[in-house]
T-cell receptor, first 118, second 114 residues
């Protein structure tokens, strides 16, 4: 199956600092990547949709200036949490869509990044 | 926009029994319905999916049924095992193309007691 990696797997930072999370599709080209946020015991909430070479589309209520998304290539998307605060602490998961194993409709998820802001 | 309701939020069954999780959706344009299993701290894993032109799909102990008229779909797990314990999410895709994002239900925590 298709593999999506995320880096780092966990990060602890001080309030006010910025954190960058990378999402890579390792064995297929991802035309679209999605960024989700998951708080403890809750579902995955879509933050933004990222298409290679264009600006990300953010969901209502998600601040685009705070959560910067860059999708510079067909295998890499980055999410930067700027001026992080404790309420940004969460599990961030990316997923990728592309022609992997002949399927266009399946989303392949990364392993997630646990962000803790002190 | 699309709204996905999932029930129950928690489900406890005895090993060997069946488990059923139900989801309803609001957007009749939805055409792809996957189910994911997520263990604590890990990524969601696709366990089965169904497209809108099919009413039922089965894969060993797991099956999904879809009622497009009523806009609901269900996950059925038979002969449950302790390793089936996890949180299960249903989802729908709201766009007709392949790039549409998934809308997730709130999840069902399944506990299988030995």
């Amino acid at each position: 199956g298709a593999v999506v990696s995320q880096h780092p797997s966990w990060v602890i930072c001080k309030s006010g600092t910025s954190v960058k999370i990378e999402c890579r599709s390792l064995d297929f080209q991802a035309t679209t990547m999605f960024w989700y946020r998951q708080f403890p015991k809750q579902s995955l909430m879509l933050m933004a949709t990222s298409n290679e070479g264009s600006k990300a589309t953010y969901e209502q209520g998600v601040e685009k200036d705070k959560f910067l998304i860059n999708h510079a290539s067909l295998t890499l998307s980055t999410l930067t949490v700027t001026s992080a605060h404790p309420e940004d602490s969460s599990f961030y998961i990316c997923s990728a869509v592309g022609q992997a194993s002949g399927r266009f409709d399946e989303q392949f998820f990364g392993p997630g990044t646990r962000l803790t802001v002190l | 926009g699309e709204n996905v309701e999932q029930h129950p939020s928690t489900l406890s069954v005895q090993e060997g029994d069946s488990a059923v999780i139900k989801c309803t959706y609001s957007d009749s344009a939805s055409n792809y319905f996957p189910w994911y299993k997520q263990e604590l701290g890990k990524r969601p894993q696709l366990i089965i999916d169904i497209r809108s032109n099919v009413g039922e799909k089965k894969d060993q102990r797991i099956a999904v049924t879809l009622n497009k008229t009523a806009k609901h779909f269900s996950l059925h797990i038979t002969e449950t095992q302790p390793e089936d314990s996890a949180v299960y999410f249903c989802a729908t895709r709201i766009y007709g193309g392949s790039q549409g994002n998934l809308i997730f239900g709130k999840g069902t925590k399944l506990s299988v007691k030995p």
